[in-house]
């Protein structure tokens, strides 16, 4: 059973590019979304909350379909320092331990 | 620069031994958790602790014990682990459970069983 499903990459994206990826998740009582962002060997940080309108955030953009259960994330004009693990999370409501995390899909910006 | 900090942030340890792994908040949170991550799957959460209180056993094995003295503080005590124990081990805090937050990751303990 995988209740948030992402495609764990890599995705090798050229510098300056846009890349978006989706994740799914099979919860549909699910309450709040995140998107945290992990580098290697480091812990994951939040990059940012996700809301039925979409938000936007700089150069980073993320949507959410409750319809479809799905959420995504664009990046524009991609940087070097944007390479990372991006973890797609769920909250079913009942705080942080109701957290759950997607495996994260590998980005890797090339110059 | 981190308002949650864990150590030690390595260890090496063999199966018949006892060790623990400390976390502290400095962020004023009443939740605390243990997530464990291992290669290729996604976060696990072990344990959770709301004002000080056990709220969440994930059914995790015995071998792992944790212990919070405040609210501040997590401890993750370790005896006869398995080579399959090592992982990077998280703690996380939250203002508290029952609410809709993003949880503050340590950086880790990178746990290895020999």
């Known amino acids: 059973r995988k209740e948030v499903e992402q495609d764990p990459g890599p995705f090798n994206v050229p510098e300056g590019a846009t890349v978006a990826f989706n994740c799914t998740y099979s919860?549909?009582?699910?309450?709040?979304f995140f998107w945290y962002r992990q580098d290697c060997r480091k812990e994951p940080k939040l990059l940012m909350s996700v809301y039925s309108s979409g938000n936007e955030d700089g150069r980073f953009t993320a949507q959410l379909n409750r319809a479809s259960q799905y959420i995504s994330l664009l990046i524009r004009d991609s940087k070097l320092s944007d390479s990372a693990t991006y973890l797609c999370?769920?909250?079913?409501?009942?705080?942080?331990?109701?957290?759950?995390f997607g495996k994260g899909t590998h980005l890797i910006i090339q110059p | 620069e981190t308002g949650v900090t864990q150590t030690p942030r390595h260890l090496v340890m063999g199966m018949t031994n006892k060790k623990s792994l400390k976390c502290e908040q400095h962020l004023g949170h009443n939740a605390m958790y243990w997530y464990k991550q291992s290669a290729k799957k996604p976060l696990e959460l072990m344990f959770v602790?709301?004002?000080?209180?056990?709220?969440e056993n994930n059914s995790v094995p015995s071998r792992f014990s944790p212990e919070c003295p405040n609210s501040s503080h997590l401890f993750l005590h370790l005896h006869t682990l398995q080579p399959e124990d090592s992982a990077l081990y998280l703690c996380a805090s939250s203002t508290e459970t029952g609410q809709t937050t993003e949880a503050f990751f340590g950086q880790g303990t990178r746990l290895t069983v020999v």
């Open positions: 919860n549909s009582a699910s309450q709040s």
């Open positions: 999370v769920v909250n079913l409501g009942g705080g942080a331990d109701g957290l759950t």
């Open positions: 602790y709301n004002f000080k209180e056990q709220t």
